[in-house]
């Protein structure tokens, strides 16, 4: 039911070293909507009981709906926090024609919602699960929620991707809202410009609500608290299911915010963090990197890719859900909200048949069902 696939050089590591929770400084997560509803029972397995005791630091980068989850995993009871984000997201209901801000409004109330008590606060000030959210902040006609001068920004964003993937960093900017003891490094292939931001009371309900705020459905997220002014929107965007490489030393090759640089120098613990391997829990064996290349043929780098291990539901387990698919966005304007809710709910309870493969596979230590990951 669960497929495990691993980049040559993490591969090579877990031969070595037997497959267990301190080898991985690094958790993706992905953009996708409630396509994250497969992952459900991993993420509780993982944050429950894979790397509970963990003392050594952690690195949780999210876009979109990756965003939502590592803010709850990032928590001192993350099991709850991530059980009350996916009640809270399958049992919401718009409208028969919502309009933007009213997916907007509903959103804000989910966030309120996932940072319920100290929840922020438990975030920022996590000594070993670190928090990144990862913002696109638009230029020019993306800029606008006037859909027909966003809708043309996007038309040229499609076509600059389809002639090179680096030429939509004319259009976006790669905002990294990060823990702010975090010394995490993006190393992007296609040069992305990254500002890195850290994150505070002040800013972080704003990031992760931008992170998720998708282009023509929601309204951007204007003039986040400390970081330049401008429209914030899906994290997506650009890391649609990521196709970079992470590397934890040091802050010498970064860019920060100018409102951000100096506080970030006066909070660094210290030290170098070794390099260790990427775990990504992902709803499919095959990412894209950005969101323009959802239907092209671009593949991820396989650079991208050798420090990381992906856990993904196999074709059989999706073809046991109802309807013989994952969630997603469609299902909101296909499905009654009653038939939506009781599917949903469903498949978040069969989730769990996924954390059991998986805890079997790190108590026998099978690594023979490690797949090579090729794009």
Known sequence: MLEIYSGKNALKTI??????????????????????????????YLFGDFFKNRTTELNLIGSSAGAFRAACLTQNNPVQAIEGLAYNYANTVYSTKPSAKEISEKAVGIVEQL?????????????????????????????FDNKIMQGAGLINS???????????????QRYIFKHPASNLIINDPYNFNNVYQTLTADNIKSAVLASGSIPMVMSGVRDIHGAEKGTYRDGGIIDYHFDFSLSNNGSDKRVFNKHSLHEHRNERDGGEIENGLTLYPHFTSAPKAGWFDKTSTRKVLASSYENTVLLAPSEKFIRSLPFNKIPDRTDFTELDSTTRIKYWEK???????LAECFHEFVVKQDLTKIRAFRP
């Open 158 to 172: 499609i076509l600059l991707n389809k002639l090179d993937r680096k030429l939509l960093s004319k259009q976006y």
């Open 15 to 44: 031969q070595e070293q037997g497959f267990k929770q301190e080898l991985f400084t690094n958790f993706l997560g992905a953009s996708g909507g409630p396509k994250w509803f497969t992952l459900f029972g991993l993420d509780k």
């Open 115 to 143: 940072f319920t008590g100290n929840g922020a606060d438990e975030v920022i000030n996590n000594k070993v699960f670190k928090a990144h959210f990862l913002v696109a902040k638009c230029n020019g006609l993306t800029a």
């Open 347 to 353: 498949v978040l309870e069969e989730t769990d048949k």
